[in-house]
T-cell receptor, first 114, second 113 residues
Framework: GAGVSQSPSNKVTEKGKDVELRCDPI?????LYWYRQSLGQGLEFLIY????????KSGLPSDRFSAERTGGSVSTLTIQRTQQEDSAVYLC????????????FGAGTRLSVL | GESVGLHLPTLSVQEGDNSIINCAYS??????FIWYKQESGKGPQFIID?????DKRQGQRVTVLLNKTVKHLSLQIAATQPGDSAVYFC????????????FGDGTTLTVKP
């Protein structure tokens, strides 16, 4: 079946603008993660959704970042008033049912804030 | 806080040689470990996993070794090929971190022909 799909693959925006990044997880996967990866760096956890439970937002770096997951499927990560330091690749992953299961990653959205 | 770290940021090997990538973790409650491979421009992909009730697990050309005494994890790649060139991440999880995986910084493996 289809893997995790992210859109857009690339996004260039101006400082101060809002952006929305979309993630379509693998069908049937109940857990969904967002990570941020700066150039040459590791994965920075942002937020985690598990079924109908309240999301774990402990990794969001500021209140400019928010995420939603509608109907237990598609998720949108929103960054308001973007700053240059927000430039990175934003990766989404999903797993079958438990947080400790194998995560399947999308190809990411490369965000560039000018 | 808890962290998962890798000993070396880069590793360069000759094609055909064996590669060993190391990972240290600090959470003694960690009981599930995964190795991921990330090729340029792609998201990480699962390679192999191991649970804490095991010391060794083998896959196709890859072996993961777990030493719980010193909290050390390694990934061994046999007969390394150019297609193995990538960044390798270890990740750990446990019930004490709400089931979230913690990723290490990654080791860049370069295979020379």
């Amino acid at each position: 079946g289809a893997g995790v799909s992210q859109s857009p693959s690339n996004k260039v925006t101006e400082k101060g603008k809002d952006v929305e990044l979309r993630c379509d997880p693998i069908s049937g996967h109940t857990a969904l993660y967002w990570y941020r990866q700066s150039l040459g760096q590791g994965l920075e956890f942002l937020i985690y959704f598990q079924g109908n439970s309240a999301p774990d937002k402990s990794g969001l770096p500021s209140d400019r970042f928010s995420a939603e997951r509608t109907g237990g499927s598609v998720s949108t990560l929103t960054i308001q008033r973007t700053q240059q330091e927000d430039s990175a690749v934003y990766l989404c992953a999903s797993s079958l049912d438990r947080a400790r299961d194998i995560q399947y990653f999308g190809a990411g959205t490369r965000l560039s804030v000018l | 806080g808890e962290s998962v770290g890798l000993h070396l940021p880069t590793l360069s090997v000759q094609e055909g040689d064996n590669s060993i990538i190391n990972c240290a973790y600090s959470n003694s409650a960690s009981d599930y470990f995964i190795w991921y491979k990330q090729e340029s421009g792609k998201g990480p992909q699962f390679i192999i996993d191991i649970r804490s009730n095991m010391d060794k697990r083998q896959g196709q050309r890859v072996t993961v070794l777990l030493n719980k005494t010193v909290k050390h994890l390694s990934l061994q790649i046999a007969a390394t090929q150019p297609g193995d060139s990538a960044v390798y991440f270890c990740a750990e999880s446990s019930n004490t971190n709400a089931g979230k995986s913690t990723f290490g910084d990654g080791t860049t493996l370069t295979v020379k022909p």
